[in-house]
Nanobody
Framework: QVQLVESGGGVVQPGGSLRLSCAHS????????MGWYRQAPGNQREFIAK???????HYADSVKGRFTISRDNAKNTLYLQMNRLKPEDTAVYYC???????????WGQGTQVTVSS
């Protein structure tokens, strides 16, 4: 069983920044594709960013150039640096470990990000 625990959410003004963290409970984190998703009220959960075990990132067009995904394999931790935040970034943000042919996918419990003046 894998536990993913997000932190770092909060309330920020438009144009501000936040850094989300996701603590992964096992050391096989270093071999896992990891990602961030978000879900706003009334919307489906949407892809934000993904990072491979070799730290190659991929981004949704909506956040490209503003958000940066990174990982620290020594700390089993995933990060999402969010800059130039907009009100439409308001959502619950979820950490995700992708499944493989041999492993299950996992989700964190989510952390709320609110962008408001």
């Amino acid at each position: 069983q894998v536990q993913l625990v997000e932190s770092g959410g909060g309330v920020v003004q438009p144009g501000g920044s936040l850094r989300l963290s996701c603590a992964h409970s096992r050391s096989d984190f270093q071999f896992s594709d990891m990602g961030w998703y978000r879900q706003a009220p009334g919307n489906q959960r949407e892809f934000i960013a993904k990072i491979t075990p070799s730290a190659i990132p991929h981004y949704a067009d909506s956040v490209k150039g503003r958000f940066t995904i990174s990982r620290d394999n020594a700390k089993n931790t995933l990060y999402l640096q969010m800059n130039r935040l907009k009100p439409e970034d308001t959502a619950v943000y979820y950490c995700h470990r992708y499944g493989t042919a041999l492993t299950l996918p996992y989700w964190g419990q989510g952390t709320q990000v609110t962008v408001s003046s």
